[in-house]
């Protein structure tokens, strides 16, 4: 679907967003002079007053420019943040994305609401389809243009472009969630990461020859009962001064986690096809920065493996060498997440001096007792790294809630025979994990943990921003954490 704005557009739908006081604006009543009333009469006979995710659909009498006019509930004007300027262009495209027109038109205020509705309407109307064989043509969206009405379409365009180039990070952060993991394993990741490289984004990969030298016992660890090879993939963007410290994204790589020998129950089991969604969203955030050219250094990490139960896995009791020098003695092979992300992390510190890091990571199943599906959770010892981050969070409809770390939580991950185990039983198992990781960041090292293992994917009810399975959480978190405080 193609989006532009204009000051005018003729197409085959025109929409308005109508204020919960029900009052026509200025196109619309125009276009309800001349067709005598009809959108006067959608509202008065179809319990239609401008509350929000109201819709009312008109059929236009022939002559008109338009075949249809639809209102959009757009809620009190006061209350219309850029949250629910996205949901109003995710209402109005499920309302005619599969119409069987092609072209559509909306009219918005001024030029940042005309740019937030477009993200919403594009964030809508994201599918993952390709593995559909039977799908008839009137079962694909019919609408392939859209167009934004503004009185200043050049600087609604300017406001689009960072959110457009956000939202495809998004689009793709999606496609890697979705993908079944028997064509995304660590290499074919890996391979779609160097895709990127047109973008501007430089790509280099690390196989199990390169980690092994560089003594990263932990994630080979849990890769190595896998017949995929695990890889390391290192992304630059040099968009800053050269030489400049770099912002560093590490993402969780899980391709799939059975669980390895500590092997999950079935039921659900395919849901880990998501556990690489901290990965997804380093490489959607990557490809944001590339596309909006941001002006600064950023390298996004990410420990790509795949988690199998098999004669040459790891087992509960084996300690492992991680590249920081520290053993861990593994308990249940299940948490082997914090195992891939401390030799990330590691490997993060040792090559560069970064400014900040924040890894993503589909870590416990316990953030989502905590949490639910609404905020990933988030551990940092940074008040300002916390701040900075549950702002952009906002503003960008991808929210952290602050969870503590704290020494005390140290005896839980005590071991008998290593420097620490990778289970601190059932207490605060969020807590317990960040503080595993927490040993393998430098004292004053700016670092956030975001546990997303509630907000990568999520069934059920769901805003209508976020059609499919894969939530794609986290490219425009970071692109606009970055932007607002490294740029
Ligand atoms: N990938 C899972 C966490 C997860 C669970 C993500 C549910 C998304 C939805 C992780 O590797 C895991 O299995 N964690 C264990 C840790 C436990 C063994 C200490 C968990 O949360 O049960
Ligand atoms: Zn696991
Ligand atoms: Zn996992």
């Known amino acids: 679907m193609k989006i532009t704005f204009a000051e005018s557009a003729k197409a085959d739908i025109a929409a308005f967003v109508i204020d919960e006081d029900g009052r026509l604006p200025a196109g619309a009543a125009a276009l309800d002079k001349a067709s005598g009333g009809l959108l006067t009469e959608a509202m008065e006979g179809g319990r239609f007053d401008g509350k929000t995710a109201q819709l009312a659909t008109v059929v236009l009498p022939k002559g008109l420019d338009a075949r249809r006019a639809v209102l959009v509930g757009g809620g009190k004007p006061k209350k219309r943040d850029a949250r629910a300027l996205e949901n109003i262009g995710a209402h109005f495209f499920k309302a005619v994305g599969s119409s069987g027109f092609k072209t559509a038109a909306i009219s918005a205020e001024d030029p940042e609401s005309a740019a937030r509705i477009a993200v919403g309407a594009k964030l809508a109307a994201y599918r993952f389809d390709t593995y559909f064989t039977k799908l008839k043509p009137d079962q694909k969206p019919s609408l392939s243009g859209l167009t934004v009405i503004s009185s200043d379409p050049k600087a609604a365009k300017a406001a689009y472009g960072p959110l457009d180039a956000a939202t495809d990070g998004t689009y793709l952060a999606r496609d890697l969630v979705n993908l079944p993991p028997n064509d995304l394993y660590p290499e074919s990741f890996a391979a779609k990461v160097k895709e990127l490289s047109p973008l501007g984004l430089e790509v280099e990969v690390l196989g199990e020859k390169q980690m092994a030298k560089l003594g990263m016992g932990a994630l080979l660890g849990v890769g190595q009962g896998s017949v995929k090879e695990s890889q390391l993939g290192i992304i630059r963007w040099n968009g800053g001064k050269p030489g400049e410290d770099p912002v560093i994204l590490v993402g969780k790589g899980v391709c799939f986690d059975t669980g390895g020998i500590s092997l999950k129950p079935g039921p659900n089991m395919e849901n880990m096809r998501g556990d690489m969604g901290g990965a997804a969203a380093v490489t959607g955030t990557m490809r944001a920065l590339a596309q909006r050219k941001a002006k600064v250094n950023v390298v996004g990490l990410i420990g790509l493996v795949e988690n199998m139960p098999d004669g040459n896995a790891i087992r509960p009791g084996d300690i492992l060498h991680s590249a920081s020098g520290q053993t861990i003695e593994v308990q249940n092979t299940d948490a082997e997440g914090r195992l891939v992300l401390c030799d990330v992390l590691w490997y993060a510190q040792e090559h560069f001096k970064p400014k900040a890091i924040v890894d993503l990571a ?96 999520v069934e059920g009810e769901k805003a209508p921003t976020d059609p499919s399975w894969a939530s794609g959480y986290g490219p425009r978190l970071l692109s606009r954490w970055i932007a607002d405080n490294y740029e």
Not at 390 to 406: D, N, Q
Not at 407 to 434: C, L
Request: proline fraction near 2%.
């Open 362 to 457: 589909t870590l416990t199943g316990a953030i989502i007792i905590s949490l639910g599906h609404h905020h990933a959770g988030m551990f940092t010892d940074s008040d300002e790294l916390a701040a900075e981050l549950t702002k952009a969070g906002l503003a960008e409809g991808e929210r952290v809630w602050r969870l503590p770390l704290g020494a005390e939580y140290d005896v839980q991950i005590k071991s008998k025979f290593a420097d620490m185990r990778n289970i601190g039983g059932p207490a605060a198992g969020s807590i317990t994990a960040a503080q595993f990781l927490k040993r393998f960041v430098k004292d004053g090292v700016k670092w956030a943990h975001l546990d997303i293992a509630g907000v990568a994917w």
